[in-house]
């Protein structure tokens, strides 16, 4: 397959290369991530660290389980659609 023939089956590609406005610099970009990072990362922790202590105050030692529980089971059924895909496969 050429080059030519793959853009044509794409074609919403051939209209952001037409596309006037100018793209994005890397550094930009990067700076830009960078800066959302360094607010968003000490917020998040934060509130982790808030609702962790919370959460352990309410339900004690079994605080844990709570948290691997869901975990647990998010991984049983990620395993089970991916077993399913295969078998279907």
């Not at 023939?5 to 037409?18: H, K, N, T, V």
């Not at 406005?21 to 998040?44: E, G, N, Q």
Request: contains cysteine; charged residues 20%.
């Amino acid at each position: 397959m050429t080059l030519r023939a793959i853009s044509d089956a794409f074609p919403y590609r051939r209209s952001l290369r037409s596309s006037r406005r100018p793209a994005i610099s890397f550094w930009r970009f990067a700076l830009t991530s960078i800066a959302m990072t360094a607010v968003y990362l000490p917020v998040i922790l934060g509130l982790a660290l808030i609702f962790g202590e919370a959460a352990f105050d309410r339900v004690g030692g079994w605080a844990y389980l709570a948290l691997i529980a869901p975990v647990a089971v998010a991984c049983l059924l990620r395993a089970r659609a991916a077993y399913r895909r295969r078998q279907s496969a």
